[in-house]
């Protein structure tokens, strides 16, 4: 499978607290994304990050690619209650064009006010 | 634009039951996926259409699943008959090529109750 592997798979943090997750894949990417789902929803697009980029930040997110370890982490800094959600990490297969993204089973995060 | 709707938004049907699944993409994204949302499973790939056409139809559980995308503006996702564990949520997608990557927009999702 190329599925990507979240750790951890909960994580419970304070609000004003970073929380970062972890993605680990199995084979060569073109790009890595995240995403955020709320309950009951469906998943919304947070980031992407190319094969031959580092690091990439948007507003809190921070995500860094690690292309030698087949691995990403995404760090949100200063939480609040509103990111109380689950976050999937997204790996694309191929390396061009409208090719589907696997998904990671997700991190569950809980932001407590 | 309303982004992608999907419906209905909850189901609930019989064992046994045909069951109809909609998708209106986003005006001028080319490629539809569908996904199926479970605990156990996590989030799986059914299908996807480039340009209407099904390019990989490789994790449709069985031939009780069908999928058609007759225009660029509607796919349907078919269970006949359907088994109480088809239940999950099924998400449709859609992307275009525009920049090389492939971003989805996922609709709300259709949760679909088999008993």
């Known amino acids: 499978s190329q599925q990507g592997e979240e750790d951890p798979q909960a994580l419970s943090i304070q609000e004003g607290e970073n929380a970062t997750m972890n993605c680990s894949y199995k084979?060569?990417?073109?790009?890595l994304q995240w995403y955020r789902q709320n309950s009951g929803r469906g998943l919304v697009h947070l980031i992407l990050i190319r094969s031959n980029e580092r690091e990439k930040h948007s507003g809190r997110l921070r995500v860094t690619l690690d292309t030698s370890k087949k691995s990403s982490s995404l760090l949100i800094t200063a939480s609040r209650a509103a990111d109380t959600a689950s976050y999937f990490c997204a790996t694309a297969y191929y390396l061009s064009g409208n090719t589907p993204l696997v998904f990671g089973k997700g991190t569950r995060l809980s932001v407590i006010a | 634009d309303a982004g992608v709707i999907q419906s209905p938004r909850h189901e609930v049907t019989e064992m046994g039951q045909e069951v109809t699944l909609r998708c209106k993409p986003i005006?001028?994204?080319?490629?539809l996926f569908w996904y199926r949302q479970t605990m156990m499973r996590g989030l799986e790939l059914l299908i996807y259409?480039?340009?209407?056409?099904?390019?990989?139809d490789s994790g449709m559980p069985e031939d009780r699943f069908s999928a058609k995308m007759p225009n660029a503006s509607f796919s349907t996702l078919k269970i006949q008959p359907s088994e109480p564990r088809d239940s999950a949520v099924y998400f449709c997608?859609?992307?275009?090529?525009?920049?090389?990557?492939?971003?989805?927009?996922f609709g709300a999702g259709s949760r679909l109750t088999v008993l």
């Open positions: 005006s001028g994204h080319n490629s």
């Open positions: 997608a859609s992307s275009s090529t525009g920049g090389g990557a492939n971003v989805l927009t």
């Open positions: 084979t060569s990417i073109n790009n």
């Open positions: 259409f480039n340009n209407n056409v099904p390019i990989d």
